[in-house]
């Protein structure tokens, strides 16, 4: 592409500063050094600011150089923002995506990560409402990733109308390259080879992610957990860590149980007035724990998954729950059996409820599987407040059935038995778990 004359004298000051913008963010956010670094430049006038194919920055020198005398913070962000959507692969995720709405989910993402960084005050006009319906979706989303948040808004039948304002308040890069074939045609469906470049690049962007999170552990600096939470290997568990893994759905709880890292103050006090110089200590009653209070699992009951595997799979994982002293004082296990509808639901309260469950309960269904109903069961029962605390939703299935297009109300797991998993097909939003 010829560069105009008067665009070309000014492609080189530009191309500064954008160098002069990475570096200062790679003292700032020192560990994200290699992906700053990651982008060759390119000047292409006539580009909305900046543009990428994850390989190359395209940036239009004259509003480079506009953006940067208004607000160089502000360039700033829009660089990390754009280094962001590598990082966390929208441009190779948006294949098969509403165009429109998958930029403003991937721009909503990125700004949500953004907003937890150590950068200077966002002054942009529009940060006030970013925050704003950033907070607003937070409190219905468990975790604001671009799939979670096009399933949302994909759910309410969002206008594009109505999409326009809002998006227009987390626009900030060019996505002109993401839904181009190249960057996201799989190999076979790519005879130019474009599709193998993207596949390569989708996994040079994950190498990197892994590595500045690994390089930062033994530094001062630490790995922003926005980043950590979305880190490929958290999405995909395997037996050896699932005890750890079913503490995530833990929630604070204060128990009766003696507390040594903890004392009455009162009391500290008092004795040292009294005696002078010998504080009175006594270890607190109570304690704040990470306990399950509310805990659902769906067995599917269709004609490939029954018997055996379904009972050593809930075993294993009530087996895991009590010995790691998971549960609260009063927990709540739902148990539910389903294949294309709910055939059964039992509450669980202790070792009693489950070994009578095991022996005497008899599994039902075997049809088709449809996932939908348990999810639809879940969600009307935390919006009917019969499930207050509940953190996560796990399935044991064979992975071959109907899946909800939607993000439920909270994490949602899908357990395979290792070799037999149709995880292809697994929602974006859900983490998969193998088991032996």
């Given amino acids: 592409m010829k560069i105009p004359k008067d665009n070309e004298i000014l492609c080189d000051p530009a191309e500064d500063i954008l160098e002069l913008t990475r570096d200062e963010l790679a003292l700032t956010v020192k560990y994200l050094g290699t992906a700053l670094r990651r982008f060759t430049l390119a000047c292409r006038p006539g580009t909305n600011r900046i543009a990428t194919d994850c390989d190359t920055l395209f940036f239009d020198p004259v509003r480079v150089i506009a953006a940067y005398r208004e607000d160089p913070c502000g360039l700033q962000r829009t660089y990390l923002h754009t280094v962001l959507h590598c990082l966390l692969g929208h441009p190779f995720r948006a294949s098969g995506k509403e165009e429109t709405l998958w930029d403003f989910c991937a721009d909503l993402e990125a700004e ?3 907003a937890e960084l150590p950068l200077p005050a966002d002054t942009d006009p529009r940060a006030v409402r970013r925050d704003a319906l950033l907070f607003e979706l937070e409190q219905k989303i468990p975790l604001l990733t671009a799939e979670f948040l096009y399933a949302h808004y ?7 109308s109505d999409l326009a ?21 799989p190999p076979e469906r790519d005879p130019s080879g474009e599709g193998q470049r993207a596949g390569g690049l989708q996994e040079e962007w994950s190498r990197i992610l892994k590595m500045e999170s690994e390089q930062t552990r033994s530094k001062p600096e630490s790995f922003p ?4 939470q979305r880190m ?3 999405m995909v568990y395997k037996e050896n860590r699932y005890d750890a893994f079913l503490k995530r759905f833990a929630v604070t709880d204060e128990e009766l149980r003696e507390d040594p890292d903890a004392f009455d103050v009162g009391l500290y006090s008092y004795g040292l007035r009294l005696y ?3 504080p009175l ?6 304690r704040e724990t990470e ?28 087996d895991i729950i009590k010995s790691a002293g998971c549960f609260s004082r009063k927990p709540l296990l739902y148990l539910l059996q389903a294949d294309d509808r709910i055939r059964s639901c039992r509450c669980i309260t202790c070792d009693r409820d489950l070994e009578e469950y095991l022996q005497n309960e008899k599994l039902t269904g075997f049809g088709e599987t449809d996932f939908r109903p348990v999810f639809r069961w879940v969600e009307d029962q935390v919006r009917l407040g019969v499930l207050r605390h509940l953190r996560g939703l796990i399935y044991f299935t064979d992975g071959f059935g109907t899946f909800p297009d939607w993000a439920p109300p909270c994490e949602s797991v899908f357990a395979f038995i290792k070799g037999n998993n149709n995880a292809a097909e697994t929602p974006p939003w859900a983490v998969k778990v193998e088991f032996e």
Wanted: with cysteine; charged share 30%; glycine share 6%.
């Fill in 281 to 286: 200590i006594e270890p607190l009653e109570y």
């Fill in 112 to 114: 949500s990560i953004l």
């Fill in 232 to 234: 490929p290997d958290r």
């Fill in 154 to 160: 994909r759910e309410t039948r969002i206008e594009p």
């Fill in 276 to 278: 002078g110089n010998m």
């Fill in 291 to 318: 306990k399950i209070k509310e805990f659902v699992i769906a067995l599917d009951t269709s004609g490939s998954c029954r018997g055996e595997p379904i009972r050593a799979f809930l075993t294993r994982t009530y």
């Fill in 165 to 185: 304002e809002p998006a227009a308040w987390f626009y900030r890069d060019d996505h002109r390259f993401w839904h181009e074939t190249g960057i996201q045609a």
């Fill in 225 to 228: 957990e926005a980043l950590t």
